[in-house]
């Protein structure tokens, strides 16, 4: 059994640095009117009335795990205040896509989160696709922020949620970000 309290800390990073975070994970949604911003998973948000999630918008988030679809939010995104995508392990890569899907598709302007196994090497490509919030609790990474650093290669090969000025008609031609 491992012990909880030597658990990696969690903090909470955006491309303007770290930051105190309002929000909390929670498996039941608290009582109406109670103070908190709360993460729900996909199933409990779904649960709740659209009048509650429409009255308690400003303090309700959605997560999303892996096997769960975009389209289950895709009416829903005006009763929510933040989309967090989770990668449960380094390999499973399927929320990027998930966050290119909400930034291209359907339009989705409030912060989208990555949560769970957020890793040195990734971080360039989920800044790429639309992720504007991070959970970061690897110790390499949390020390590469802490100096500014993100990583990542200067040069797009393809489009992406936050898109470059391309130069030239060819994407192996387009400059450095």
Do not use: C
């Amino acid at each position: 059994m491992t012990d909880p309290s030597s658990a990696p800390e969690t903090r909470l990073w955006t491309p303007s640095g770290f930051r105190d975070d309002d929000w909390r994970h929670a498996e039941e949604f608290d009582a109406p009117g109670s103070n908190g911003r709360l993460i729900l998973p996909l199933k409990t948000f779904l649960e709740i009335p659209a009048d509650e999630r429409m009255r308690d918008r400003d303090r309700l988030g959605v997560l999303l795990a892996p096997a769960e679809p975009v389209d289950a939010i895709a009416d829903l995104m005006d009763q929510l205040s933040l989309v967090a995508l989770a990668f449960p392990a380094f390999s499973d890569g399927r929320s990027f896509s998930k966050a290119e899907l909400l930034r291209s598709r359907y339009g989705y302007t409030g912060p989208i989160r990555a949560t769970g196994q957020v890793l040195v090497d990734q971080l360039p490509h989920m800044l790429r696709v639309g992720f504007d919030q991070f959970e970061v609790s690897n110790p390499v990474l949390i020390e590469r922020l802490e100096r500014g650093d993100t990583g990542g290669i200067p040069f797009q090969y393809q489009p992406t949620a936050t898109s470059s000025d391309v130069q030239g008609k060819y994407s192996w031609r387009r400059t450095r970000d």
